[in-house]
């Protein structure tokens, strides 16, 4: 499966953004999906992810009550909404799917699919 993620930009501190990412092939809904962020000169972290159905969702504690993370599985597509971004949110972020639907949460080496990253930089 591909996966084309979009949406990261420029904003200000306080501001909210979208990203989207959108996954080819007709088995998107049995996916376990997720979002991972990867600051300059940092790992790879788990920010966000979303079981098949959507019903359970899982964040990083750093992101919780600010960020959501949402999928139309009739779209293939998994978001991601970002508001009250700060400063220290600035990463490349990244989707990915776990083609068995397990979690969330799994650690990064669990996900078998990965996109190509969007840049998102929040200024102060």
């Known amino acids: 499966v591909q996966l084309q993620a979009s949406g990261g930009g420029l904003v200000q501190a306080g501001d909210s953004l979208r990203l989207s990412c959108a996954a080819s092939?007709?088995?998107?809904?049995?996916?376990?999906m997720a979002w991972f962020r990867q600051a300059p000169g940092k790992e790879r972290d788990f920010v966000a992810g979303?079981?098949?159905?959507?019903?359970?969702?899982y964040y990083t504690d750093s992101v919780k009550g600010r960020f959501i993370i949402s999928r139309d599985n009739a779209k293939n597509t998994v978001y991601l909404h970002m508001n009250s971004l700060k400063p220290e949110d600035t990463a490349v972020y990244y989707c990915?799917?776990?083609?068995?639907?397990?979690?969330?949460?799994?650690?990064?080496?669990?996900?078998?699919?990965w996109g190509q990253g969007t840049l998102v930089t929040v200024s102060s």
């Open positions: 990915t799917a776990d083609k068995l639907g397990r979690g969330p949460p799994l650690s990064r080496r669990e996900y078998d699919y």
């Open positions: 092939g007709r088995t998107f809904s049995v996916y376990g």
């Open positions: 979303i079981s098949r159905s959507g019903v359970n969702t």
